[in-house]
């Protein structure tokens, strides 16, 4: 939302410009500019940190230098010390930073931002082929278990096979070699020695990766340095910046911004560009089922998997007679044959599900949001009248294919649509109308950043959503899912105060069931201010940790109605003030921390007395029990970062009284029940400003 918007929405509410607007939130930190700032895009391997190798010599060459916590003890104000010792250094990174979006230095390699790839494998392992009449076979047991374990849907479960990614990640980086400049060799130290078994989850969070890829292409248009999915957000945080119209963040928010709204005035010629017609979805799966035939075995293997994927969900909304077509007594028949079955019964569905939206569910009229993925809107199931919420993908972009573009959203509901928890919100169906593709959810009356610009919200009430918030990622960390792109925009609030989580369009499985090994994150996926700094220095990451340093920035906006900073780099002074004052010359210090360093990163008399920079910085604002866990949340070392259990054990945490679902107590009530045990109370609002949707109108 821009900023004047967010001026209009607050003077109909009678408000201050205060809350997330605050633009001047700490201009009362005295906080003079020490030697500039990270590179934003340099990128360190993880996992060569881990084995406490020596950082990338280049990297350190460009490392700021952060002010000192004895400058801030002896001036009242940052001053940074290394101002003389490092006018060269100082040199070299000022003029590094002016090019940042033009040209790199030869010694380093920009990131590769939101480019997400998968493990890979140079042989696949014997016992990891399972012979697909076996598999079929077998495949409701597997499905059974893989689904206690991972909670998978049985449709995706059910066609799991074991495969070879590598050819699909040389693809993938083809296809974004612009953006992407390390090898396979080395990009992938962890994976790349480890026979990982792929699964139907793989190719899921494979199809994520591709869709990100995407969004990459289209930022590097604008801005590399901004993902997409700032959008929703952006426009919040944009008027974070004291100078909107200099900031190169600012710019990137309002081109995002544009085109957005660009996208609403100007539909026609955006759908003559962009649309997928249902035909073509068609020649899409037929070309595809052709195709698969040409290529290698494990390019068959994948496309297979993919396509199962597709037809699986395609299927779960389907007539009667599709779903017997496609059950497994008829994917027993001859393999080809059956492939083309499956594929015939997709095209059945399709024709069969045209109209379907408009036959099943009527338009309220309401925009409760619109994002990256597309537009959200209220709908009312003519069968009982009831509400949901009906995501309208967006058309596909110039540079997508096809194929790309139906399984980016295929996946993500196949992710969604098996996830089962009070704290996940449930999707429920897919369909096709039209040409456009939507999802079905379980509609929630408020957004929680609707909420928290309310300014209603009680202490009570938000220490309830944030531990309902915990439980909702405890939940998906336990089946090894990262959801990547928590935000409060993607918090949604039923009436009686139930938090859910919605949008796994970024979400990546970091485990398999039965494995230990930790499948590492890449790319720079989420939302700016909510993302943590690891993302930004290692190419590689553990996505856990950055779904708990997200909640951490979550309660300080429900607490403060402000965001600390606009992202976590030293380039914002707001962030380098939280990091400075710790004792240590450099950032990189801070966040290769390993999990064995013990040392108090800062002395006691500054934790004491100073708030202007350090963990105070943010803590100070924060209410006091919640100070513990806060800083071990918002620990800048994601080895020495907290986890989503330890959160769960903190004293304060664990005495939060949150609001549950209990099943229904007897025949003769319909729904569950909620149970508030300290009787806080939740905020309603009214439905114009429930949702970020209504805030932009
Ligand atoms: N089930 C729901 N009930 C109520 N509101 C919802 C629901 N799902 C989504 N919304 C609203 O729509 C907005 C956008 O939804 P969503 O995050 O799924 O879209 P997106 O295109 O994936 O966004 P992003 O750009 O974050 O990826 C949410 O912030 C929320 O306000």
Partial sequence: MSFSKLMRYNQRNNKTTASLTAENAYSDNCVSSALVSEPANSSVSMTAKKKGEEPNKSYDYILSCLPPARSVLQNGCIQSSWDDENTSLQKITTSWIEKIDTEMPNNISRIDSNIISSPMVSKVEERFIVPRGKLRKNSMDFAFSFSNSLSFHKSCSKFVSFTSKKHNNDEKRRQSNDICNFTDDNSHPSSSVHNIPVTTATMVRNEIATASSEHEYELNEHD??????????????????????????????????????????????????????????????????????????????????????????????TTSSCASTASPSAMCEEEDNDEDQIIQTLYTNIEASTDLVSRKYKDLNVVLGEGSGGIVKLVKRVLDNKKFALKEYRFKKKKESEREYIKKIVSEYCIASTLKNTNICETLEILYENGKIFQILEYCEYDLFALVMSEKMQYDEICCLFKQLINGVKYLHDIGLSHRDLKLDNCVVTQKGILKLIDFGASSVFHYPLSSHLIEANGIVGSDPYLSPEVFYFEEYDPRALDVWSIGIIFFCMITRKFPWKYPKLKDEQFKAFCSGRGVSYFKDLVTSPATDYNNQYDDVYKEQVIDMGPNFLLHRLPEESHTIMSRILEISPFKRTTINEILQDDWVKEIEICQVVSAAGLDEASPRIINKDDHVHTNIDQQYAHIGGLHQ
């Fill in 224 to 317: 590399g340095m901004f993902t997409t999915h700032v959008y929703s957000l952006g426009d919040s945080i944009s008027s974070l910046s004291t100078n909107p119209l200099d900031d190169a963040y600012s710019e990137a928010l309002q081109i995002n911004t544009i085109h957005i709204e660009n996208a609403g005035n100007a539909a026609h010629p955006r759908k003559r560009s962009y649309a997928t017609s249902f035909s073509s979805i068609k020649r899409l799966f037929k070309i595809t089922s052709l195709s698969n035939y040409k290529h290698g075995p494990y390019d068959h293997q994948i496309n297979k998997i993919a396509d199962d994927c597709a037809i699986a969900s395609s299927l779960s909304e």
